[in-house]
C-alpha cells in the first residue's frame, strides 16, 4: 500500500519560512515524479513544484521560482519543499502527489495537472500572515 505522509506546515509570518516533508511508503524512488500541489478555499488545485526521483531533476511553478527548493533523500524516500519569502498568498493546504509516469515523460500540461497523479498524501496546513 502506498502512502505518503506530509507534514512541517503551520502559521508563519510574511518573508518567513518553512519546510515541508513528504515521506513515502510503499513505493521504491527508481522512476516517479513526486510533486508538491497546493489548494487556497475556493480555488483550484495547482501545482507547486516537482522532482524526478530518478535523476534529481527539479521543476517549479512560476510564482514560487526563485523561493521555493524542492530535494529528496533517497536513503529516507522523503521529499522536502524548502520553502522561503513567505506571502500571504501561498497560504493553502500542501498536498505530497507520486506517479509512476515521470516528469520528463510529462510535458509542461501533465506536469501540474494534478489528477494525473495516483497517489496522494492527506495534506498539511501552510498559513502565512501578513
Known amino acids: 500500500e502506498v502512502q505518503l505522509v506530509e507534514s512541517g506546515g503551520g502559521l508563519v509570518q510574511a518573508g518567513g519560512s518553512l519546510r515541508l516533508s513528504c515521506a513515502a511508503s510503499?513505493?521504491?524512488?527508481?522512476?516517479?515524479?513526486i510533486g508538491w500541489f497546493r489548494q487556497a478555499p475556493g480555488k483550484e488545485r495547482e501545482g507547486v513544484s516537482c522532482?524526478?526521483?530518478?535523476?534529481?531533476?527539479?521543476y517549479y511553478t512560476d510564482s514560487v521560482k526563485g523561493r521555493f527548493t524542492i530535494s529528496i533523500d533517497n536513503a529516507k524516500n522523503t521529499v522536502y519543499l524548502q520553502m522561503n519569502s513567505l506571502k500571504a498568498e501561498d497560504s493553502a493546504i500542501y498536498y505530497c502527489?507520486?506517479?509512476?509516469?515521470?516528469?520528463?515523460?510529462?510535458?509542461?500540461?501533465?506536469?501540474?495537472?494534478?489528477?494525473?497523479?495516483?497517489?496522494w498524501g492527506q495534506g498539511t496546513q501552510v498559513t502565512v500572515s501578513s
Open positions: 510503499g513505493i521504491t524512488f527508481d522512476d516517479y515524479a
Open positions: 522532482i524526478s526521483t530518478s535523476d534529481g531533476n527539479t
Open positions: 502527489a507520486a506517479d509512476e509516469l515521470p516528469p520528463a515523460a510529462r510535458g509542461d500540461e501533465l506536469l501540474w495537472l494534478w489528477r494525473t497523479y495516483d497517489y
